[in-house]
């Protein structure tokens, strides 16, 4: 019981209209019809506090001549320098952008200003009344039925403050008339009950229906600044939060942090267990992020399964760290997604305004490029933008910008690294490897651009170059030799990649059976059914298909099982330890056991050792692919590599 009445005051001296029988709200929306209101009474206060300096003013003179002239000089004085003090902080505060949520403490110390207020007025009716000339009694009733008046429009949303403002007033008009019994005082003090009881009835049904409007507006925006998948503020919210942010720095030095953050393992999530499972991940996780914020503050979903945070009047860096770290440990408990428990994690770049920036532009790019680095160093690493960061930034965006004239300037080459028949001792194939000669970078590794590229969309034009020249290379090798490509994801899922292979494989006039396409376990599993279809055009067509780096990703067997794969790669880290630790010798064993009961080939990638390629000879693998074997040669090289006799001469059996 004392609990619930503690809450009711709490919400009473909020502003709270559920106090009073109006619409009940949460404290998002509560907090978001007390900004509405403290505007409104901004907006009012300054005329209202030069309204009370001026009254003042004129009961000190109405009350010269009183006995109580001092009492009242000293009254008027105190009263006109708290207002104008007020009215002038009022200003002020009207020049900084209006805040999305104001807090219940905020809202305590309006209520607590608006009854010192309206204690000082209902002291005039109790201390000047009665000594007063008639013509001072006069100005005195004005003076308080005006304030009354006042209060009631300055405080015509929040009837608590309206209370708190008359209610004084009225307790001091009401002690007054009770001192004189004449007839006239009582016909005062019944027109008293009559106004106040009017105009509090006003208050009521204005602030109930200014109450109702700002949540049908509330409701509204959200459609427009909410995310409908996770319920939180959408980029176009942030970017508005963003912006008053930056207002208040400009106007009052008020600084803020961007936090900038995204889900780790979404990826591998919405791969394994499908889009559906990837949603209820993204609404978990956005709740467990809301749940680190202060009350005032909302995490926004700016993109897949990117989020952002403005945190506003940032006292220290430190603070910034702490609801990062919070975010980090969020993750610690595994989700509860379709009956199964999966684990999650999230990075997190900082930046600090205005020291980082004071554009919404640089911050941005600058908490874009702090999140990478926190990405490179791990899921669940925090950091602040660095100097350095965006020296790599803008390093990446002028390889971004050099990437795109790549072909038309001829800097992009193929590589062929050979593949080895360990039963014919003879070379089968060669994996065509894209490489880069920036001239003035040198040799960029694929590990550089290769995601740039992808994320930027030029995978498609650069992946159609690589087709077209593999085949047009093949063309000049013998009958029996295949060349394999690597695809990206990107690549797998676009429409077109089908056309490009046929016209690719028609130009260079040779058969479909001697090009092999790459792909990789997550990006098969990204979009299974999609993947199916395109696989299996493939297989129509004659064009054959290998998975790459088998054992890295969740090596599902059930796509082993359904989709059309020629053989598997098995991922080098497997054989590079296969000699020394038993778990990864009975790995490779299993795998190729298995891939021979399902008739698909095997390709042991990394051979570097005669003990390895001995080892994989004797457990019967396919063929083996690696630096023992020949690191990557130029398309020229490849001709003399298919000619010597050395193969038959050092890996006979």
Not at 491 to 507: E, G, M, S, W
Request: charged content about 20%; glycine content about 6%; hydrophobic content about 50%.
């Amino acid at each position: 019981m004392r609990t619930q009445l503690t809450s009711y005051f709490a919400r009473l001296f909020a502003g709270d209209l559920s106090a009073f029988g109006g619409p009940a709200t949460d404290e998002a929306v509560a907090g978001h019809i007390r900004a509405e209101q403290m505007s409104l009474v901004l907006g009012y206060s300054v005329g209202i506090m030069l309204a009370n300096a001026c009254n003042a003013i004129v009961l000190a003179i109405a009350l010269w001549a009183s006995p109580d002239r001092t009492f009242a000089l000293i009254w008027a004085v105190t009263v006109a320098a708290a207002a104008i003090a007020f009215g002038l902080q009022s200003h002020a505060a009207r020049r900084i952008t209006k805040p999305h949520f104001v807090s219940q403490r905020a809202m305590h110390r309006l209520v607590r200003n608006a009854f010192l207020l309206g204690a000082a007025w209902g002291i005039v009716p109790v201390a000047f009344f009665a000594n007063a000339s008639t013509g001072g009694q006069l100005v005195i009733t004005c003076l308080c039925s005006g304030m009354l008046a006042g209060g009631a429009l300055a405080f015509a949303t929040i009837p608590i403050a309206a209370i708190a403002f008359t209610a004084p007033i009225f307790v001091g008009i009401a002690i007054c008339l009770s001192r004189n019994g004449d007839l006239a005082f009582l016909l005062i003090a019944f027109l008293v009950v009559v106004y106040g009881t009017v105009l509090l009835r006003g208050v009521f049904v204005n602030s109930f229906s200014f109450a109702r409007r700002v949540m049908r507006q509330i409701e509204a925006e959200r459609t427009v600044r909410q995310d409908p998948l996770t319920q939180l503020p959408n980029r176009i919210a942030f970017n508005e939060t963003l912006d008053a942010a930056l207002k208040r720095l400009a106007l009052s030095g008020e600084e803020f942090a961007v936090l900038l953050l995204d889900l780790d393992r979404f990826k591998e999530v919405n791969d394994k267990f499908g889009h559906p499972a990837g949603d209820e991940f993204l609404v978990q996780a956005a709740s467990r992020l809301q749940r680190c914020t202060r009350a005032a503050e909302h995490v926004a979903r700016i993109g897949g399964d990117e989020f952002a945070l403005v945190m506003a009047n940032l006292a220290r860096p430190e603070d910034a760290l702490e609801i990062a770290e919070r975010f980090v440990a969020a993750f610690d408990e595994p989700f509860q997604i379709e009956g199964r428990q999966i684990v999650g994690a999230t990075s997190v770049g900082i930046v600090l305004a205005p020291r980082d920036g004071n554009m919404a532009l640089d911050l941005m790019k600058n908490a874009d490029a702090a999140l990478y680095r926190a990405k490179k160093a791990g899921p669940g690493t925090v950091c602040f933008f660095e100097q350095a960061d965006d020296r790599q930034s803008r390093d990446r965006k002028a390889l971004q910008a050099d990437l795109a004239g790549a072909i038309a300037r001829d800097e992009l080459f193929l590589v062929f690294q050979p593949f080895l028949d360990l039963r014919n001792n003879r070379i089968t194939g060669f994996e065509a490897l894209l490489r880069w000669q920036h001239p003035s970078r040198g040799l960029v590794p694929p590990s550089e651009f290769i995601g740039i590229a992808e994320e930027t969309g030029l995978i498609h034009e650069i992946g159609e170059w690589v087709i077209r020249r593999a085949c047009a290379t093949l063309a000049d090798w013998p009958e029996d030799i295949r060349v394999a490509v690597n695809f990206s994801a990107a690549q797998f899922h676009n429409t077109a990649v089908l056309q490009t292979i046929v016209q690719a494989l028609a130009d260079a006039k040779v058969s479909p059976s001697r090009l092999e396409i790459e792909i990789t376990e997550s990006m098969l599993l990204s979009k299974y059914s999609s993947a199916a279809s395109v696989l299996n055009a493939l297989l129509q067509l004659g064009v054959t298909v290998a998975l790459d780096d088998f054992g890295t990703g969740f090596s599902s067997l059930t796509y082993l099982r359904k989709l059309p794969f020629s053989r598997i790669k098995i991922d080098q880290s497997f054989i590079r330890d296969m000699l020394v630790q038993p778990d990864c010798a009975a790995i490779v064993k299993s795998v190729i056991s298995l891939a021979r009961d399902l008739n698909i080939a095997v390709v042991a990638e990394g051979v570097e050792t005669a003990d390895q390629l001995e080892y994989l000879r004797q457990i019967s693998c396919d063929e083996v692919q690696g630096y023992l074997i020949s690191r990557p040669v130029a398309a020229d090289g490849v001709r003399a590599l298919l000619d010597t006799k050395k193969y038959r001469a050092t890996y006979a059996a």
